[in-house]
């Protein structure tokens, strides 16, 4: 087996895209949203929490200057 073959060529192919990452944290903040109505009362608001964190780094990451 040729084992360069497997390897990378550079390093940036590993590092995940931008939009890869702002599409993971977007998945994460509708799963928040979703579980909410399915938590105890006592976890909603960690729900919430995390909501509004992945809400507040997405629109970081995707705001245009």
Do not use: H
Request: charged share 30%.
């Amino acid at each position: 087996m040729y084992v360069p073959a497997i390897l990378p060529t550079q390093m940036q192919t590993i590092r995940p895209s931008k939009r890869k990452i702002v599409k993971t944290v977007y998945t994460t903040e509708k799963f928040a949203n979703n579980i909410q109505k399915d938590l105890p009362k006592d976890m909603k608001g960690f729900a919430q929490t995390i909501a509004e964190a992945c809400k507040k780094a997405r629109n970081f990451m995707t705001k245009v200057d």
